[in-house]
């Protein structure tokens, strides 16, 4: 090998070490937090914003924690085991914001009709001895995750609309969604409020029936971002999760919800990639995530009316402190209100 043949391999060298200098540096500058979640597809914008690179893009290396059931996630943002939370409002996630542990800082998944997510279900036995419709679980035993959860909240709201009593309903916290499913399976409760994703299998394998969709019944705001006030004080860090946050919720309300019909998304060149996306992340086949597409609002606005009612309905059920309002949990620097 001649001098410049050297000259040139020892320039490549040296040029690959400053690239690698580099990028370690970058990773050096990136923020970092953990973030908790389930794996549902309410939690889409999540899983798209760490695939596509988008919370990196914004300056922030995620880690993402993954739970099986709403309230420890609030529990777990509260101790600093995560620094924030994305999940389902609860009663639990309520008291822990009313007493200033917790701040709301965006809005996530929505019951709405035509997006199929929290569903009703019947154990077959109970399906064949009546229970037909949601307006018939009224004196049934009913399989949710906690008391005060979002599921409770939803059989609230459906008995104010069909006009009868919650305290009817005989409801068994089965503290996690596979406890609720296997139940439901094995007939130790005639009905029980899950998600699509957990319940899908169960259904096609004939072990329940779909009675309906929450959405179709009572839509309301399920899910939130929120932070502690510990976060909240890394002003940048929480700029930079919700800018990466909405920028993935303007791509799967643009990409994914604008063509779901009759409940379905299409499979094709555009939608595709994003659906692999939550399906990786929610361990389902393609063809059950066209199915359990939860709805978004692209740019992240919180509907503030409603949560406004959960709290006062959950605190008219004693399953909230009373003394609070709406605005003492929400971190108003932050919140886009609908």
């Known amino acids: 090998m001649n001098l410049w043949s050297r000259a040139g391999v020892v320039r490549l060298v040296f040029a690959g070490l400053l690239a690698m200098a580099s990028l370690h540096v970058h990773a050096d500058e990136l923020l970092k937090a953990k973030v908790g979640v389930l794996r549902l597809s309410s939690s889409a914008p999540v899983f798209i914003a760490q695939e596509k690179g988008y919370f990196r893009d914004a300056g922030l290396d995620i880690d993402l924690k993954f739970f099986d059931a709403a309230q420890p996630i609030a529990v777990a943002t509260t101790s600093g085991d995560v620094d924030f939370g994305i999940t389902a409002f609860t009663a639990g996630l309520y008291n822990l914001a009313g007493k200033g542990t917790l701040?709301?800082?965006?809005?996530?998944?929505r019951e709405?009709?035509?997006?199929?997510?929290?569903?009703?279900?019947?154990?077959?036995?109970?399906y064949a001895a009546g229970l037909k419709t949601p307006r018939d679980l009224a004196g049934k035993r009913i399989a949710v995750t906690q008391v005060g959860s979002s599921f409770h909240y939803s059989l609230g709201l459906l008995a104010d609309r069909y006009g009868f009593k919650l305290a009817e309903i005989k409801l068994l916290p089965l503290q996690s969604l596979s406890n609720a499913a296997a139940a439901l399976k094995g007939e130790t409760v005639d009905a029980a409020l899950l998600p699509i994703s957990s319940a899908r299998k169960l259904v096609d394998d004939g072990g329940a029936k779909?009675?309906?969709?929450?959405?179709?019944?009572?839509?309301?705001?399920?899910?939130?971002v929120f932070a502690s006030p510990k976060t909240l004080t890394n002003k940048p860090l929480v700029t930079k999760l919700l800018a990466a946050l909405e920028r993935a919720d303007r791509e799967y309300h643009d990409v994914i919800l604008a063509g779901i019909a009759d409940g379905k998304a299409p499979i094709n060149e555009k939608t595709k990639p994003l659906l692999e996306i939550i399906a990786k992340y929610t361990n389902l086949p393609l063809e059950q995530v066209v199915g359990n597409c939860a709805y978004i609002d692209p740019d992240g606005k919180l509907d503030v009316k409603n949560v406004a009612n959960q709290i006062e309905w959950l605190q008219?059920?004693?399953?909230?402190?009373?003394?609070?309002?709406?605005?003492?949990?929400?971190?108003?620097?932050?919140?886009?209100?609908?």
């Open 103 to 109: 701040k709301v800082i965006g809005g996530m998944s």
């Open 112 to 126: 709405k009709a035509g997006y199929p997510l929290i569903g009703y279900f019947a154990s077959n036995n109970a």
């Open 210 to 224: 779909l009675l309906g969709w929450v959405g179709d019944e009572t839509p309301w705001q399920l899910g939130a």
């Open 316 to 338: 008219a059920q004693g399953f909230v402190d009373k003394g609070f309002g709406v605005d003492a949990i929400l971190a108003k620097d932050y919140v886009k209100v609908d």
